[in-house]
């Protein structure tokens, strides 16, 4: 049987690992083609020198039931990300689904590190990935967006639009960025919807990334013996809860009433009816603040 997205094109940058991988090979599950992104490569690595490469998340979107292309690409470098949209244009002439995933500043941000003290350098560099690359994508790809009625734009960061108001999250050039893509999928909205096309800010919640399972020393088979070192983590998600996120959005006929709105995979879980690969349902966001935050003794009993 078809899927939902059988004739559909999506662009997702960012997608070596983590969050975007989850997002292109559900998107791929749900029948899309999908053109995945990133600067890690089989025969380069990134700075990160992970194993991760993008040929590895395309070949799991077309195991999946999609069609992944993988095409390495710089998104600081305007050119570079030019011509990732002419190829989509020329091999595919649509793109319908525009995911704004980039990050790769895992390594350059201190923890509780106030602003005087904190590598500039560094956190100028975050600032510059997570927030500048986005701009640039969005400029290219967007005209070739907009020439059919109906594309989304997903705008991928860490936290909701109502906690990242009132919590400060880990340092000032953290801080900063995240707040910034959610108000980018504002702004985007503003712009998009009168266009016929949608934008939106989606947060995973405690994400079972490659890069979190290796730092607490675990794999997705054994995940929940990291429960001794951190019990809060037990309300954490696959990668691809935040992909059935994604995939549900862009198969929803009636997604232009979210637009401009902030959003989280366990949220969009409850409106769409779809769960984690586990079959439960994180609610992390909600964890967070009714548990975690509130000082109260790990449980996820009624948040999964």
């Known amino acids: 049987m078809p899927g939902p ?6 662009l997702v940058a960012g997608a070596t690992r983590g969050a975007g991988r989850g997002i292109a090979v559900e998107l791929g599950a749900a029948g899309a083609t999908v053109y995945v992104t990133g600067r890690s ?39 570079q990300v030019r011509a990732v949209v002419d190829r ?9 689904v525009l995911v704004n995933d980039i990050w790769g500043a895992e390594h350059l941000f201190a923890w509780d590190t106030p602003v005087w003290e904190h590598d500039l350098d560094k956190g100028l560099a975050l600032l510059r990935l997570a927030v500048e690359t986005h701009v640039i994508t969005s400029h290219h790809a967007l005209p070739l967006l907009l020439r059919r009625r109906g594309g989304l734009v997903v705008e991928v960061t860490d936290g909701t639009a109502d906690h990242n108001r009132d919590t400060y999250r880990v340092n000032l050039f953290y801080d900063l960025a995240k707040a910034s893509v959610l108000r980018m999928a504002f702004a985007l909205g503003h712009e998009l919807g009168p266009r016929g096309a949608t934008a939106v800010a989606l947060t995973p919640g405690w994400l079972r990334s490659e890069i979190m399972l290796d730092t607490f020393g675990v794999r997705e088979d054994n995940w929940r013996d990291a429960l001794d070192r951190e019990p809060h983590f037990a309300i954490s998600e696959t990668p691809r809860y935040i992909g059935r996120a994604v995939a549900a959005l862009a198969a929803d006929p009636d997604v232009a009433r979210l637009n401009g709105t902030s959003l989280s995979s366990g949220g969009l879980a409850q409106v ?9 349902r994180p609610d992390a966001w909600r964890y967070l603040a009714e548990v975690q935050e509130a000082g109260r003794p790990a449980d996820t009993t009624g948040y999964r």
Do not use: K, Q, W
């Open 5 to 10: 997205l059988e004739d559909r094109v999506a």
């Open 41 to 79: 490569t089989r025969a380069r690595r990134s700075e990160y020198d992970r194993p991760e490469t993008i040929e590895d998340t395309a070949d799991l979107v077309t195991e999946a039931g999609g069609r992944g292309i993988a095409v390495p690409a710089d998104h600081l470098d305007p050119a």
């Open 88 to 96: 989509i244009d020329r091999e595919s002439g649509r793109l319908d």
């Open 272 to 280: 769409y009816d779809f769960t984690d690969l586990d079959g439960s």
